[in-house]
């Protein structure tokens, strides 16, 4: 089927429009799926940060400066081996300075605690997903924090996959609306120009297909029957002055 | 028409053929063939859309769904191995497991804080449950463990190397499609947006090259069939049947040449002149034997020009105050409101002063021209409110943005002028008035989506996107050329000495103009970003519930413009519809929510759908005097320069009061002075009404 210049000029700005849209609505969705899993993933590390915080404020508790934490190289070790994802584990102390670490990514120090709001803290860095708690005694005074930097590896993944799927599906659906606009518009396009040469021949005096709008063969036969009504009464009227109006 | 020949009673002349009495087809009767096709085109275009913009939010959610079910494992296995660590240390004080104390609070207090939770629960090691707890729901909704919606994960519990217990923790698979639900709401946003948009464009296309084409054919068809032979068609669709017609016009123009020719004999004239008496009451013949080709459809495209504009502007309109409040002002040290509502105020004057000007501006150099220069001061006013994060600068450059604001704007009315007679002219505003509404529909809640996801900076840039797009529609739509241009009027000028002692004039505008738009702007422009963000609304909700303001018009200012026509009730719908409005916003004295502040935006759209119209008949009715003297445009334009006035005046006279009231107490104020106002109006109006002689007028 050829494709009118008509239908095209009427269905690309419509494309055009539809891809916006269904790009728009694809990346809302990415959005706020990246969103909903970056939540899913600071409350799972914040649960792993709770278990060392509990295994670190009991020496607090006893009264034992951060630096005197025998246990805590081992528990960060431990949390380490346990999800190779962890990049490490740092135990600071109120300064922002690392005390005791753990992982492969190298200790970096933090900024002074007291300049950070709130009990605990998320970020994001560009090489890791970067989580913290603050340590406190049973005076709840700040002793310290311990930061986990874990690998945005799987975060990057899941958004990478979500986005291309949703990016194919996208495309898929721009590509079938614009057919079926292109498509949809050449096929009302061949209607009304049928249409229109139905009437067209209607008026050459070839007989209408019955299958023509009432409206239009009213209005042909209409058009039909005044166009000549007209011409009989000029031509008569001619021909009246011709033949009698000079004598 | 009857060609039987015989006696012709209308003519006298005997021999003529005996015209039949018809029934004249109306184009009402016709319409349907143009229309309908057209109808078909749109349903079919927004049904595909709706359809692919819902398919792919669905496959999002089913995929957000399966995508997450690894990572909730995940999290339910550290939970479950968090929570076996507390409970092996609580078994290390030699309790056992059943006897635990506190075990469903604990779990309880877990649940609350891990919305993604369905369930918790400990059983002993032979599998009997032991303590439990669920995820509160809202009444009648529960989580049915054993059912799909909840994942479930088994850790050990166990102490000195024994297992003492299993520690069942369930997901709640819901919760990611619940996440994802919440996009509803911005889904539903970009799919009536890209709806009215598709449509508007639509329109446009379909008129320009099919519609107008089509309609054009019919309507000389509905013409001819009426005996009106003074017109042909255009090329365009069809241009095959409009050469047919044009065949047939022609060929009966040039009949009546011929007879024009021969009546013109001087022997001929006396009997001519009856024929041709009769001949022009029945028919309308071309008297120089050529048709003319009917005029082409240009008006159509101020509809998407203002879309665009108005939309380039608005789509900040979320977050400006924000924005404005966030940047340092480098030791000016303006209080906090005033700083936010000075960049509003600088783009709502630079219209106010620009408008007048720009209008006989645009009818010299011609509209085309003073639109792409409208769109290109709006784009730059646009680039440098997001790329240059300097208070000083967003002033300057809001006032730029309003410059090129006003130029559009009277490009855009004089093209309304210049395509429609006085008879369709109402028609034509129409078609601004209803873009405008688009516009305001639309633009505020996608900038405050964007804004949410890309930051304030890309949403102006976005702006200056649109102002470029809206610039390069006008160069291909729009010409210089002013087809009906009004005739010059002699220089009458308006003297503000003539309206001195009109009091409708001056309650109208001081009690009602000046103050419905001091609050608009006041509190839609400034306080609802202001309010809404300071309760903790993101930008998407402000734009969201900023949307409601341009539905509520929509639908109602028709009802209301046809009440008060009908009723003849306008000074009523202006007293009820200012009252209406400051009641409306009075009610944050009560409940300072962002329930009460979406109220207020209702109360305001509902009292301007009231008052919008019937201001303007009573302004009308009022100064008909003057506008006897010297037209009722100046006298118009002096009310529409106070109003704007007025608007300029609202965000910083909101501004004022939030630095010293606080946001909600300033909104009360500000609907106080709006109760003040509109009861001053009712009773001045009604008082002059009683003393002036012009009291029948209005």
Not at chain 2, 207 to 235: H, K, W
Not at chain 2, 346 to 367: C, H, K, N, T, V
Not at chain 2, 429 to 440: D, P
Not at chain 2, 611 to 629: D, G, K
């Amino acid at each position: 089927m050829k494709i009118s210049s008509l239908s095209l000029r009427i269905s690309l700005p419509i494309v055009l429009v539809s891809a916006l849209a269904i790009g728009l609505t694809v990346f809302l969705n990415v959005g706020k799926l990246e969103r909903t899993l970056a939540e899913v993933e600071q409350s799972r590390l914040h649960f792993t940060l709770a278990d060392l915080q509990d295994n670190l404020e009991t020496g607090l508790d006893l009264g034992l400066p951060i630096r005197g934490l025998g246990n805590a190289q081992a528990a960060l070790d431990f949390e380490t081996r346990a999800d190779p994802d962890i990049l490490s584990i740092s135990v600071v102390d109120p300064e922002g300075v690392v005390v005791f670490h753990s992982g492969s990514a190298a200790a970096t120090p933090v900024a002074p605690l007291g300049s950070v709001k709130g009990a605990s803290w998320n970020r994001r860095e560009p090489d890791a997903l970067v989580a913290g708690q603050k340590l406190s005694n049973n005076f709840g005074v700040t002793a310290g924090a311990v930061v986990m930097r874990y690998s945005p590896r799987g975060h990057d993944r899941f958004v990478q996959a979500i986005s291309s799927q949703l990016g194919a599906a996208a495309l898929v659906a721009v590509l079938l609306s614009s057919a079926g606009f292109v498509f949809g518009i050449q096929v009302l396009g061949r209607r009304v120009s049928g249409s229109l040469r139905t009437m067209e021949d209607a008026l050459q005096g070839q007989p209408l297909d019955p299958r023509t709008d009432a409206a239009a063969q009213a209005l042909v036969g209409r058009v039909s029957q005044t166009t000549a009504s007209a011409r009989a009464e000029l031509d008569a009227a001619c021909q009246a002055l011709s033949s009698g109006g000079a004598s | 028409m009857s060609a039987a020949k015989g006696m012709n009673v209308m003519s006298g002349v005997e021999g003529l053929p005996e015209p039949a009495a018809v029934q004249p087809v109306s184009v009402q009767q016709t319409a349907q063939l143009h229309a309908r096709p057209v109808r078909r085109l749109f349903a079919f275009v927004l049904s595909v859309l709706l359809v692919s913009q819902l398919a792919v939010s669905l496959l999002a959610w089913s995929l957000a769904e399966r995508q997450f079910v690894p990572e909730l494992e995940r999290k339910a296995q550290t939970v479950g191995a968090s929570l076996a660590n507390k409970l092996t240390r609580a078994l290390g004080y030699g309790i056992p497991v059943e006897q635990l104390v506190g075990v469903d609070e604990f779990f309880a207090e877990v649940l609350r804080e891990n919305a993604d939770l369905a369930f918790l629960s400990l059983s002993d090691d032979r599998g009997q449950e032991l303590f439990r707890s669920r995820k509160a729901l809202p009444k009648g909704q529960e989580v049915d463990p054993s059912s799909a919606n909840a994942l479930e994960v088994a850790v050990d519990v166990s102490f000195e190397g024994r297992r003492v217990g299993q520690l069942h923790v369930g997901v709640d698979r819901q919760y990611v499609a619940g996440r994802i639900t919440g996009l509803r709401y911005d889904i539903a946003i970009v799919l009536v947006t890209s709806l009215l948009i598709a449509f508007e464009i639509l329109w446009l296309v379909v008129t320009l090259n099919l519609s107008a084409p089509i309609r054009q054919v019919v309507e000389l068809m509905t013409r001819l069939a009426n005996g009106d032979f003074r017109e042909g068609a255009a090329a365009g669709p069809g241009r095959s049947l409009a050469e047919s017609l044009n065949r047939l016009v022609d060929g009966v123009n040039q009949g009546f040449a011929e007879l024009l020719r021969l009546a013109a004999e001087p022997a001929r004239r006396a009997a001519a002149s009856p024929l041709l008496e009769g001949l022009r009451q029945r028919y309308q013949f071309a008297e120089d034997g050529l048709s003319r080709p009917a005029g082409e459809q240009r008006l159509i495209g101020v509809r998407i020009l203002t879309v665009l504009f108005m939309s380039a502007e608005m789509l900040s309109r979320s977050f400006l105050p924000i924005y404005a409040g966030s940047l340092s002002d480098h030791g000016l040290n303006l209080p906090d409101g005033l700083r936010s509502s000075l960049p509003i105020t600088a783009f709502l004057l630079a219209i106010a002063i620009a408008m007048p000007y720009a209008g006989r501006w645009s009818d010299q150099i011609g509209r085309r021209r003073s639109y792409i220069t409208g769109a290109l001061f709006v784009a730059t006013g646009l680039a440098v409110s997001g790329l240059v994060p300097e208070y000083l600068m967003l002033i300057v450059a809001r006032a730029v943005t309003g410059l090129g604001y006003a130029m559009m704007f009277m490009s855009c009315q004089g093209l309304v002028i210049d395509h429609t007679s006085l008879r369709d002219r109402g028609k034509g505003f129409a078609m601004v008035v209803s873009a405008i509404a688009i516009a305001q529909i639309c633009a505020p809640p996608i900038g405050g989506i964007l804004a949410d996801r890309i930051g304030y900076a890309l949403v102006f840039i976005a702006g200056m996107g649109v102002a470029l797009v809206a610039a390069a529609v006008a160069s291909r739509l729009l010409d210089n050329h002013r087809p009906h241009a009004p005739e010059a009027r002699p220089a009458a000028r308006l003297r503000l000495s003539m309206l001195s002692g009109n009091h409708r004039f001056w309650t109208l505008a001081l009690l009602s103009g000046v103050p419905a738009q001091l609050i608009y702007t006041g509190f839609l422009s400034f306080l609802v970003p202001t309010l809404l963000s300071g309760m903790g609304s993101t930008q998407s909700e402000i734009g969201r519930d900023s949307m409601v303001y341009g539905l509520i018009v929509v639908a109602l200012v028709p009802l209301f413009a046809w009440c008060c026509e009908r009723f003849e009730t306008y000074a009523l719908a202006v007293g009820l519809g200012g009252m209406l409005t400051g009641l409306g916003l009075l009610s944050l004295q009560w409940n300072p929510s962002p329930q009460a502040v979406v109220i207020g935006i209702a109360a305001l759209a509902l009292g301007h759908s009231m008052s919008i119209s019937a201001q303007l008949v009573l302004v009308t009715r009022a100064t008909r005097e003057e506008a006897l003297e010297v037209g009722s445009g100046p006298v118009l334009g002096v009310f529409r320069l106070m109003e704007r006035l007025g608007a300029a005046a609202g965000p910083v006279a909101a501004g004022l009061l939030v630095a010293s009231l606080g946001a909600p107490r300033a909104t009360v104020w500000l609907g106080g002075f709006g109760v003040v106002a509109s009861a001053l109006f009712t009773l001045a109006f009604f008082l002059t009404g009683r003393l002036s002689p012009r009291s029948h007028a209005a």
